[in-house]
């Protein structure tokens, strides 16, 4: 087919240029803006990235801290044990010792009652001594006063009733 009017073709190709011209330009518009768009939610998702890495490693290192406290508080928990069966160790000690000092205290009690019942015993056999005593000098004075008596003249014996 041909144009009737030979311009027309060249007006025609020159506005199909255009449109293809302002076609690629409005595409390399699109194609900018989504290359915007992408190199943003780049940017957005390497700062989410960067956060999460950063997260990951503080999360390591509370793995880290946690494992640590771990360790101490199963050396605490070693030492705790330890303690307590020192500790068991020491109360049955001093429950052998309070029993043996509640022994000793009934022992003393004991000892005391037989002191003062010996003392008692000590304190009663002087009076009877004593009392002997006393009885063995005046029956001694009695032999002397009666041979006194014999030895003494008749006569005298007159006058020693008299003595006062």
């Known amino acids: 087919m041909t144009d009737a009017n030979p311009g027309s073709s060249s007006t025609s190709l020159s506005s199909v240029q255009n449109m293809d011209v302002n076609n690629l330009a409005a595409k390399l518009l699109e194609l900018q803006e989504a290359l915007v768009q992408s190199q943003e939610k780049n940017l957005m998702l390497t700062a989410q990235l960067r956060e999460l890495e950063r997260m990951a490693r503080d999360g390591e290192d509370l793995k880290s801290e946690l494992v640590n406290q771990g360790l101490l508080l199963s050396d605490k928990s070693r030492e705790n044990k330890q303690l307590h069966q020192e500790l068991g160790r020491i109360t049955t000690l001093l ?4 029993q043996e000092v509640e022994d000793l205290r009934l022992s003393t009690t004991e000892l005391q009652h037989q002191l003062k019942t010996r003392e008692s ?9 004593n009392e002997a005593e006393n009885a063995q000098r005046r029956q001694h004075s009695e032999e002397q006063v009666q041979q006194v008596a014999k030895d003494t003249p008749g006569w005298l014996k007159a006058f020693k009733g008299k003595n006062p």
């Open 121 to 129: 015993e000590r304190d009663l056999l002087a009076v009877m001594l």
């Open 95 to 98: 429950e052998q010792k309070l």
